[in-house]
Structure formats: C-alpha cells, structure tokens
C-alpha cells in the first residue's frame, strides 16, 4: 500500500483564491511528520510547512496552512490567496520517527499535485 | 541563510567517465541524504547519513557511491555512468531525532549519461 497519497494529479484555481490540495497518509507509527513541498518548473525543491504528529495546532507559514486530521491520516496543505507563482508540482511527504538505531530518516513522497493558477 | 548547495546544477557527460556531485549544507544537520527523481516513479533515496563517517544504502544505491568526512559535505560518487543514472538529483539535509522538523533539498542537478 502506498504510504503517501495524492489523489488530484491537477488541480486549477482562480488568482487570489483559496485551494486544497489533499494528502493522506498510511503508517502504523505513533511519532512521524509531514512535510509539503513545492517543485515549481525550473526543478528545485522548496520546503513549505511541517507538521508533526504530536502536534496539536495546525502549521501555518504565511500564506500556507496544514489542515492535519489525524485519525483520519490526513493533512492536507490549504494555500490562500493564489498567486501566479503559485503554479508548481507539490508533494507530500512522511517520515516516520521510530527511532531503531540505524533508522533512515527517509522522505516517503507522494506523486505530486499539479497546481496551475488561472489569471 | 539556511541552505544545501549543490554542485553543478546541470551537467552532460558519457558513460563510464567517473563523476561526483557536491552537497554541502551550512545548518549543522547531523541527517544528509541523496534521492533521484525520475518521472513515473517520483523521488527515491539512493544513500543517506546519519552523521560523519556514518552511511547506509536507501532504496536505490546500486552504481553510487558517498561518503561523509566532514558534516556539512556529502558527495554523491558515480564510478561508471550508465545512461539509466540520466535523472534529476537531489541532496537533502535535515536535524536529527527525535525532531527531525526541517528537511531542506539543495538546488537539483540534472544528469544525463550519454
């Protein structure tokens, strides 16, 4: 089963409003975190929001927020007011926090949101 | 400012012309590790490390190599290239347990093996 999944492959907003884009997650772990990223086209990988499972706000960095609901495994990143820059790939990722010793701290990612924001 | 650097962003070589990428990170993370994305199949960890002197094997670490002599440098080491090593690489960085909060990617080197 996949660990991360994004279910909207694309997704299209107006400029200046609200869009969800949804993450759920599968893990038997009780510590882990989320992470969003985004990927716009010219490659790089930019940290937006982090979210850990003992956390009981939701994260908010400026214009991002995590919607985290975690019994039903989901933390969905909400971005407001769209921008033109806006439109990148965006990815979840988990990683998992049992600490085993030679625990790999591994990103597990999703397949990514295509965002594309309309003027 | 808090971030990994990676070396060169773009590069084009042929197969089995021995290459290294460069990754140096300036936040004292103890965590570095390298992934290769590839369409279809997203971002994938090759080799990762928990600290200097410190490595193991991700999920694809067949034809790399790395090492960890210092704690802000982690190359990532092509002995041989293959055109199948042709993909989008990325170093990343990130505080250890038990918070592990940030995970930072450096600027992605596009390889192609010709």
């Known amino acids: 089963a996949q660990k991360i999944t994004q279910t909207q492959p694309g997704m299209f907003v107006q400029e200046k409003e609200a869009v969800t884009l949804d993450c759920t997650y599968d893990t038997s772990d009780q510590s882990y975190g989320l992470f969003w990223y985004k990927q716009p086209s010219s490659g790089e990988m930019i940290f937006l929001i982090y979210?850990?499972?003992?956390?009981?706000q939701n994260a908010t960095e400026g214009r991002y927020s995590l919607n985290f609901q975690k019994a039903r495994k989901s933390a969905n990143l909400v971005i407001s007011a769209s921008q033109l820059g806006d439109s990148a790939m965006y990815f979840c990722?988990?990683?998992?926090?049992?600490?085993?010793?030679?625990?790999?701290?591994?990103?597990?990612f999703g397949k990514g949101t295509k965002l594309s924001v309309i003027p | 400012e808090a971030q990994v650097t990676q070396n060169p962003r773009y590069l084009i070589t042929v197969t089995g012309k021995k290459l290294t990428v460069t990754c140096s990170q300036n936040m004292n993370h103890e965590y570095m590790s390298w992934y290769r994305q590839d369409p279809g199949l997203g971002l994938r960890q090759i080799y990762y490390?928990?600290?200097?002197?410190?490595?193991d094997k991700g999920d694809v670490p067949e034809g790399y190599k790395v090492s960890r002599k210092e704690k802000r440098n982690f190359p990532l080491i092509l002995e041989s290239p293959s055109p199948n090593q042709t993909s989008l690489y990325f170093c990343?960085?990130?505080?250890?347990?038990?918070?592990?909060?940030?995970?930072?990617f450096g600027q992605g080197t596009r390889l192609t093996v010709v």
């Open positions: 979210q850990g499972s003992y956390d009981e």
């Open positions: 990722a988990m990683r998992e926090l049992s600490y085993s010793g030679a625990g790999s701290y591994q990103l597990t």
């Open positions: 990343a960085s990130s505080s250890g347990w038990p918070t592990a909060t940030e995970a930072f």
């Open positions: 490390s928990m600290n200097v002197e410190v490595t």
